[in-house]
Each structure stands twice: as C-alpha cells, then as structure tokens.
C-alpha cells in the first residue's frame, strides 16, 4: 500500500461516528490525509477550499438538507472530474441508480460501498484507485493547460495520432472494421485522451480543421490496409459542430477519395446534441453524406438527444448503443431491457446495429444472444495503435480459425 501513502481522501456523511469509523479505516490503510464533511453544504465548502486534488470523495447519499444526490449535482455542475465512491445504508437498487444518476452528469463514479461498511471493501475501492493512475494526464488538469495554440501547434507538428478498436461480427466472430480514436502526444504531458480536447477544439472552431486531419489519416491507413488486401472499414468521429457548412459531404469526399479508398468503407459517427434550429441544415448535409456513399452512424444511442426523435428524422445506417446499456447487461434487468429493446429497435429500421463497450464474456454472449450485428468494447481488444491492431488482427483471427 506504500503508493496510497500520499493520497488524500474527503468523506461525506451526517453519521459523526460513521466519519469518524472511516477515517480510521483509511488511516489504517495508509490513507495520509482525511478530510470530513458532515453534510452536503460543508462538503462544497470543503472541496472549494482544497488547493491541491482530492484522489477520492466518499459521498453518503442519505443526508438531511443537502443530500447526496444534490451536492453530487452541485459538484457536477462545477464540472468535478475527481473519482468518486458513493455509499449508503439504502437499498442496492437506490444505490445503483444514484449511481447511474451521477455517472449522467458525467462524474467519475469508481464504485459503490454498502453499509457496513468494511476495511475489505474499502481497501478494495483504494486499490482500484491507486492500479487506475494512469500515464494518462487527469481532465482535470488537462483542462486548465492545454488549450486552442496548443490544438493548432499539434496539428500543425502531427502530434495526433489514430487509436483502432476493432469491430467484431456478432454472427461469425470475424473483424469487420475499426474505429479510429484520436489520442494526442504531447510533449510535455504524454499521452492524452480526446475527452481532453475535443470540446476545446469544438468550442474554438478547430474542429473543422482537426475532423479533417483525423479523417484523411484514418483513410491513408485503410489505404495501406486495402493494399494489403484487408477487407476493412473505418468508422470516424464527427461532431456536431462540424455540420456547420453545406460544402461539408463535398469537402470529406474530396478527403477520402484523394487517399484512394473508396467512399463506401468509410462510416462516420454522429452524436446528437443539439437537434432544434439547425435542424433543416443538419439534414441536409447528413443526407448529401449518405448520397456521397458514406454510412452513417448515430452515436451513444441511449444518451442524451441521440434518440427516438433523431432517428425518426436522419438517414443513418447504423445505430451504436452506449456501453452504457451494454457494460454490465448480462446481470442487471433494466440495463438489459434497454440494451434488449434498442436491438430490436435498429433492426427493425434495417440498420447496423453496433453495441459498444462490452467489457466481459457474459455481456458478449448476451449482445449476440440479442441479435446485435457487430460488437466493440475491451473484451475484444482496446484501441490500439495501426501496427499493434495488425499484430492483434493476425492473431486474433487465427484464433477463430482454430475453433
Ligand atoms: P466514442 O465515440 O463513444 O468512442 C468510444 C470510447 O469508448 C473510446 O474512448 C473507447 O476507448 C472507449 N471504449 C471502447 N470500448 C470500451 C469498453 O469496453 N469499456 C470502456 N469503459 N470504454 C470503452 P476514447 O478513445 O477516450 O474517446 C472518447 C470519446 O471522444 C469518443 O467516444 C468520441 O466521442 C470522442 N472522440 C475520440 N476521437 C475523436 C475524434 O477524432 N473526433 C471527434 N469529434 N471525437 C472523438
Ligand atoms: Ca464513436
Ligand atoms: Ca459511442
């Protein structure tokens, strides 16, 4: 446990003994700093006071005045990007759809801790905290350094590099293409995850010269690929903000065609968020994008405006339901009610229906149980660099074969 020894924990709960229980739970861990708060008030006042990052918040849900579940949405609201473990003496149904509640707003939630609770579960929580720091720079504080020059220096100097996740068939088990993830080196933080600086570069207008980049790369490689008589597709991320000029379906042909691949391998992925007044635009260019030849995904399909209304209107051709009505399905009835239904629903408008973020067997057997077409998430593989993914590609299908 020496890594544990720095690291700072605050805990929320009314219950003075409770607090007073888990600090010693922690301390006896190796935990070097307990901060406590008894209710959601003091909690804010608390975290608005930290100078340096808290490495884990243990939240009480059940909490007069401010409960949980309002100073999680007040912290939410200040875009709190911590790891968060929320524990309560209320039913584990309750528990769980706090949690799912919190993890909506898009709080980093690592776990959950019934009441009693005990130094196992608790050591257990610290443990994943301390296996999960990654190399991988915090949003946090990614957020606070980088910003629009340093998006348009790493474009200009070729510091985003293309991440490929494998989408497998749910019938036959074979590879049927990638999604290309972008991941950017950055010289002085490592390796950063888009969560880092897409909205940045969609806020600023970037985005537009960046989709173009992540797109033409993409395409060399599936040009490389094709010659090498792979028979793969690329699926690449386009954002909303993108939809904003006519000429679009045009400029991204133009794109693909000048790297020689043909139109038809190349998918991209739509995420609603804003349907409302654009919405003549928006289907304009998305219906030009399908006459072009490309597929057309919509993305996160569960999730906020990528929903029943946004496929009533809009072309697509394949539908992606958000991992999360795909993590954990094979053990939790109304996750595996949406995932069931939403199946039902892409197939019945003739789409390609992808579920994402399938992590364990169960949940695999489970999605091709349903009927899904294709499949995507780590219990297949992570993103991986192009000549890594060929590596796995040799190996993974002579895997299939063997069977
Ligand atoms: P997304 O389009 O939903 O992409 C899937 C994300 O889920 C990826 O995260 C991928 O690494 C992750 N993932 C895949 N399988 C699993 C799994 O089994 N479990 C879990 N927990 N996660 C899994 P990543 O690469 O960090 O990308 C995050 C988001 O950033 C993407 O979500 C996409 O919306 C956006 N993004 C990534 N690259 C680009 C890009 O080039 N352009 C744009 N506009 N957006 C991008
Ligand atoms: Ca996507
Ligand atoms: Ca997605």
Redesign the pocket.
């Known amino acids: 446990m020496d890594n544990q020894k720095q690291m700072r924990v605050l805990v929320l709960d009314d219950d003075s003994f409770m607090l007073e229980f888990i600090t010693h739970l922690l301390k006896e861990l190796g935990v070097s700093e307990v901060l406590v708060a008894e209710n959601g008030r003091s909690g804010l006042y608390v975290l608005a006071g930290q100078v340096a990052d808290i490495d884990l918040l243990i939240c009480d849900i059940e909490m007069p005045g401010m409960d949980g579940i309002e100073f999680l949405r007040n912290i939410a609201d200040q875009n709190y990007r911590g790891k968060i473990a929320l524990f309560s003496g209320v039913n584990a149904d309750l528990l769980k759809a706090a949690e799912r509640l919190a993890m909506a707003r898009g709080l980093n939630i690592i776990g959950t801790l019934s009441k009693p609770v005990t130094m196992g579960a608790i050591a257990a929580m610290l443990e994943q905290i301390s296996l999960s720091v990654p190399q991988v720079l915090d949003s946090d504080k990614t957020l606070q350094v980088l910003d629009v020059a340093d998006i348009e220096h790493a474009l200009a100097s070729d510091h985003f590099g293309i991440?490929y996740?494998p989408k497998v068939s749910a019938v036959t088990g074979h590879v049927m293409g990638v999604?290309?993830?972008?991941r950017w080196w950055h010289a002085q933080y490592g390796y950063v995850?888009?969560?880092n600086f897409?909205s940045i570069a969609e806020q600023t207008g970037l985005?537009n010269d960046?989709?173009r980049h992540?797109l033409r790369k993409s395409a060399e490689q599936l040009h490389v690929w094709l010659q090498q008589s792979l028979d793969l597709r690329i699926s690449?991320?386009?954002?909303m903000e993108n939809l904003d000029r006519f000429n679009l379906p045009e400029l991204y042909e133009e794109t693909i065609k000048k790297c020689g691949v043909p139109v038809e391998r190349v998918t991209l992925?739509i995420?609603e968020s804003k349907l409302g007044k654009d919405f003549a635009q928006t289907l304009d260019i998305l219906t030009r994008i399908r006459l072009k030849g490309f597929g057309l995904a919509i993305?996160?399909f569960g999730t906020g405006y990528s929903s029943m209304e946004t496929l009533k209107h809009m072309p697509f051709t394949e539908l992606k339901v958000d991992?999360l009505f795909a993590?954990g399905a094979s053990n939790d009835l109304a996750t595996r009610a949406i995932l069931e239904s939403s199946i039902k629903l892409g197939r019945s408008l003739n789409l390609n229906v992808v579920v994402?973020?399938?992590?364990t067997e169960a949940d695999y057997r489970l999605a091709t149980e349903l009927g899904c077409d294709e499949i995507?998430?780590?219990?297949i593989a992570?993103?991986m660099p192009a000549d890594e993914f060929i590596e796995w590609l040799i190996a993974y299908e002579a895997m299939l074969d063997d069977f």
Do not use: A, M, W
């Open positions: 991440y996740q999604e290309c993830l972008t995850l888009p969560d897409i985005i960046f989709t992540v690449v991320n386009v954002s992925e995420t993305d996160d991992r993590h994402e973020g399938i992590e995507q998430g780590y219990f992570k993103p």
